[in-house]
């Protein structure tokens, strides 16, 4: 890596004489900065106030893993480099192959070096640093801003199961449409084959769960209770078949009631994923209508448009197309 603020020990100690001869304070601090987070911009920025020149001794990956074990670096020393130069603050960055600084700071001594609030006083450095006339600063380190704290919050939350889901739209992806709407159960058709896909899809590690806009109780075509039969009689036919269904969200609304959960609005998506947890990006999306689409793909949902392809004049496209349920299925089992 080519970077103006990486310095050789020689380079550096050049740099500090032609400084120190203007009368510049030298301020150095160490560590690995292996995941930069919180904590280490406002340590720097603290030491950067401590005098004129902030050098960061930094540990080359070797000396890290002597005293942090074989779990460290996780970030390998180029990238932690390139990290810390692009700091403002920083001034030069110079890397050194011990497990503690005494070495170095004896060859640099700075008027300044900076110390985490861990060792306190009794830190070792002190006297390397004070043989040479500098000073110990003891930085006010920022509790809870840890790298070990970060990477614990990391273990704890991928030891949690993901929940990935498969959302369908109903009608026309699950059950025939009607241009006077699926009013009563008497009305509700399964489309061929939608069945054998849902048994198929309940096999796969996915929730499945169903988002449909039913306008027609809006438009007081029909009733709440008498969707609700429907959907009772839908669960059932395919649990018979072997299948299963763990959640329907339905708009209710009126296109001119402005709601937040029509589609293409995302509002029932959110919902299911305060209800269940879902990590979106994995999950998938199947509908027929441009609405499914635009609202899949502004949910960040892997989104399948059902039957023919989109008009030219939509910009927006689906991840896949596929002729029916099955085939979506299939595009869905093999790609996981
Ligand atoms: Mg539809
Ligand atoms: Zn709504």
């Known amino acids: 890596m080519n970077n103006k603020k990486n310095k050789t020990l020689s380079q550096i100690l050049r740099i500090i004489k032609v400084f120190k001869k203007q ?7 160490n ?3 292996d995941i930069l987070h919180l904590g280490h911009l406002k340590a720097i920025k603290e030491a950067k106030k401590q005098g004129d020149i902030l050098i ?11 005293y942090k074990g074989l779990h460290h670096p996780i970030n390998q020393e180029n990238s932690r480099l390139e990290m810390l130069a692009c700091l403002d603050d920083v001034d030069y960055i110079v890397t050194f192959d011990d497990i503690n600084p005494l070495e170095i700071l004896s060859k640099i001594q700075p008027n300044i070096h900076c110390n985490g609030s861990d060792w306190g006083k009794s830190c070792i450095e002190r006297s390397v640093v004070e043989k040479h006339g500098g000073k110990i600063h003891i930085l006010n380190w920022q509790n809870g801003f840890s790298t070990s704290n970060l990477i614990k919050n990391i273990l704890s939350a991928y030891s949690r199961p993901e929940v ?9 992806t699950i059950n025939i449409p009607r241009k006077d709407y699926v009013q009563k159960v008497d009305h509700f058709r ?10 198929k899809l309940s096999q796969a590690d996915y929730k499945i769960i169903i988002i449909t806009n039913q306008s027609g109780i809006g438009r007081k075509v029909f009733k709440e209770n008498e969707l609700k039969k429907i ?32 589609k293409p609005k995302i509002g029932m998506f959110l919902k299911a994923v305060k ?10 999306f199947i509908g027929d209508d441009q609405k499914d689409v635009v609202a899949g793909r502004y949910a960040n949902i892997k989104t399948i448009k059902l ?16 002729k029916n349920l099955i085939k979506a299925v299939k595009i869905i089992t093999n790609e996981k």
């Not at 399964?190 to 048994?199: Q, S």
Request: proline share 4%; with cysteine; net charge positive.
């Open 23 to 29: 009368g510049k304070k030298i301020v150095t601090y």
């Open 275 to 284: 209800d269940f947890n879902i990590n979106l990006s994995k999950s998938w």
């Open 307 to 322: 039957g023919e392809k989109m008009p030219a004049h939509l910009k927006l496209k689906p991840n896949y197309y596929a």
């Open 56 to 66: 960061i001794l930094l540990n080359t990956d070797e000396s890290i893993r002597m």
């Open 31 to 33: 560590g690995s900065f």
């Open 190 to 199: 399964f489309a061929t084959g939608a069945l054998n896909a849902l048994k």
């Open 231 to 262: 959907h009772q009689y839908m669960a059932l036919e395919v649990k018979k078949s072997g299948g299963r269904i763990d959640a329907i969200y339905y708009c209710p609304h009126h296109p001119n009631d402005n709601c937040n959960c029509r």
């Open 164 to 172: 990935k889901a498969i959302f369908l739209d109903r009608d026309g």
